[in-house]
């Protein structure tokens, strides 16, 4: 047995996005049915990113076990000769049994396309959002800063989600307009949630027509309520650009907005197998919260050894269950997270 790695381009227009739907033909479909022909064995990939109707993918990433001889590197090739002409497979390589493309630590990047101009153009329908309304780019692009780090995304956020938690890191957004009247979204990030991309768009292009001033975008922000947000723009603008995956782990992760400050210490990881979650301030209403997916994001990064150190006053208990974890004080005024499995 072995688990094969690959990245796949789409064009999502004919298709009920990645997960396999009753309603209709998916990628996911696609490729379980084609991989099976051609393997000669029963194939059910896993991807790393589940888009969603009409959406497309430059670089898209999924796994699947195999019994075959075939080298993992040529799979691609001979795939791609019975896919249908607007799914391909880039690359494909074996990797170890255990890689999950859904539980490594990456940065995924996404781009959404507005057609700004007062005609629609036929050939770009597919790929961009047609808006006839001028937009303001450097208000948009003035919003989209308040956007940039690590917030609670819930304003962005569709109601039928299904996230534990909505905190996500926004590493950077851009938006440029070229010569051919297309104004491009640039996202990348450690995560996102459920249509975020495309409700962020459709608040910033509230921003661009002058119905949002730019700074009621951290108000929407600090509200976690998607009624204040925007719309949720189509998906024949979004596109998946690809996803970058971590080859090592950092040695510190830092995370700080007005509710929290924090630095996850893994200097000692490699070596140790020891990591220090060390708050610095954190709002009571958010203790809970940070512990739980910092501990868990500690372990995740492959953590023997979880350890908090609190600032005095914060109101952390040996009592309370985060997550799976509960805290045992050590001697040396640290907290240990020890698993329950509860």
Same mark, same amino acid.
């Given at each position: 047995?072995?688990?094969?790695?690959?990245?796949?381009?789409?064009?999502?227009?004919? @298709?009920?996005? !990645?997960?396999?739907?009753?309603?209709?033909?998916?990628?996911?479909?696609?490729?379980?049915?084609?991989? =099976?022909?051609?393997?000669?064995?029963?194939?059910?990939?896993?991807?790393?990113?589940? #888009?969603?109707?009409?959406?497309?993918?430059?670089?898209?990433?999924?796994?699947?076990?195999?019994?075959?001889? /075939?080298? *993992?590197?040529? /799979?691609?090739?001979?795939?791609?000769? +019975?896919?249908?002409?607007?799914?391909?497979?880039?690359?494909?390589?074996?990797?170890? &049994?255990?890689?999950?493309?859904?539980?490594?630590?990456?940065?995924?990047?996404?781009? @959404?396309?507005?057609?700004?101009?007062?005609?629609?153009?036929?050939?770009?329908? &597919?790929?961009?959002?047609?808006?006839?309304?001028?937009?303001?780019?450097?208000?948009?692009?003035?919003?989209?800063?308040?956007?940039?780090?690590?917030?609670?995304?819930?304003?962005?956020?569709?109601?039928?989600?299904?996230?534990?938690?909505?905190?996500?890191?926004? @590493?950077?957004?851009?938006?440029?307009? *070229?010569?051919?009247?297309?104004?491009?979204?640039? &996202? !990348?990030? =450690?995560?996102?949630?459920?249509?975020?991309?495309?409700?962020?768009?459709? #608040?910033?292009?509230?921003?661009?027509? *002058?119905?949002?001033?730019?700074?009621?975008?951290?108000?929407?922000?600090?509200?976690?309520?998607?009624?204040?947000?925007?719309?949720?723009?189509?998906?024949?603008?979004?596109?998946?650009?690809?996803?970058? @995956?971590?080859?090592?782990?950092?040695?510190? /992760?830092?995370?700080?907005?007005?509710?929290?400050?924090?630095?996850?210490?893994?200097?000692?990881?490699?070596?140790?197998?020891?990591?220090?979650?060390?708050?610095?301030?954190?709002?009571?209403?958010?203790?809970?919260?940070?512990?739980?997916?910092?501990?868990?994001?500690?372990?995740?990064?492959?953590?023997?050894?979880?350890?908090?150190?609190?600032?005095?006053?914060?109101?952390?208990?040996?009592?309370?269950?985060?997550?799976?974890?509960? &805290? +045992?004080?050590?001697?040396?005024?640290?907290?240990?997270?020890?698993?329950?499995?509860?």
């Amino acid at each position: 047995m072995k688990r094969i790695k690959m990245t796949v381009a789409y064009d999502g227009t004919a @298709y009920c996005g !990645w997960q396999l739907q009753p309603n209709g033909v998916t990628i996911e479909e696609v490729l379980n049915r084609t991989l =099976s022909d051609l393997l000669k064995e029963p194939v059910c990939i896993t991807g790393a990113s589940r #888009t969603d109707s009409g959406v497309h993918a430059l670089g898209n990433v999924a796994v699947f076990d195999t019994e075959s001889r /075939i080298p *993992g590197d040529k /799979i691609c090739f001979a795939l791609n000769q +019975r896919l249908p002409e607007d799914i391909r497979v880039l690359s494909s390589e074996e990797v170890p &049994l255990d890689w999950h493309p859904r539980k490594q630590n990456c940065i995924k990047t996404y781009e @959404y396309k507005i057609l700004n101009c007062r005609v629609d153009v036929p050939t770009r329908r &597919l790929y961009a959002h047609f808006c006839y309304f001028p937009l303001d780019v450097d208000k948009m692009r003035e919003a989209a800063a308040y956007l940039v780090g690590e917030h609670d995304f819930i304003s962005f956020c569709s109601a039928r989600h299904q996230a534990e938690e909505t905190v996500r890191t926004l @590493y950077g957004i851009t938006l440029d307009k *070229g010569s051919d009247d297309i104004i491009t979204i640039r &996202l !990348w990030g =450690s995560g996102f949630l459920y249509n975020m991309v495309r409700i962020i768009a459709g #608040t910033l292009m509230k921003v661009g027509m *002058g119905v949002y001033p730019p700074e009621h975008v951290k108000e929407i922000l600090e509200a976690r309520d998607r009624q204040q947000a925007g719309q949720t723009a189509p998906a024949r603008g979004l596109t998946l650009v690809g996803i970058q @995956y971590e080859t090592e782990p950092e040695t510190e /992760i830092f995370g700080e907005n007005e509710h929290w400050s924090y630095v996850l210490d893994q200097r000692e990881l490699l070596t140790a197998g020891r990591s220090v979650l060390r708050v610095k301030f954190c709002e009571e209403g958010e203790i809970l919260r940070l512990i739980r997916r910092m501990v868990h994001q500690a372990y995740r990064n492959g953590a023997g050894e979880v350890f908090l150190e609190a600032p005095e006053g914060m109101a952390v208990s040996e009592e309370t269950q985060y997550g799976f974890y509960r &805290l +045992r004080k050590e001697e040396n005024g640290l907290f240990r997270a020890v698993y329950t499995g509860v």
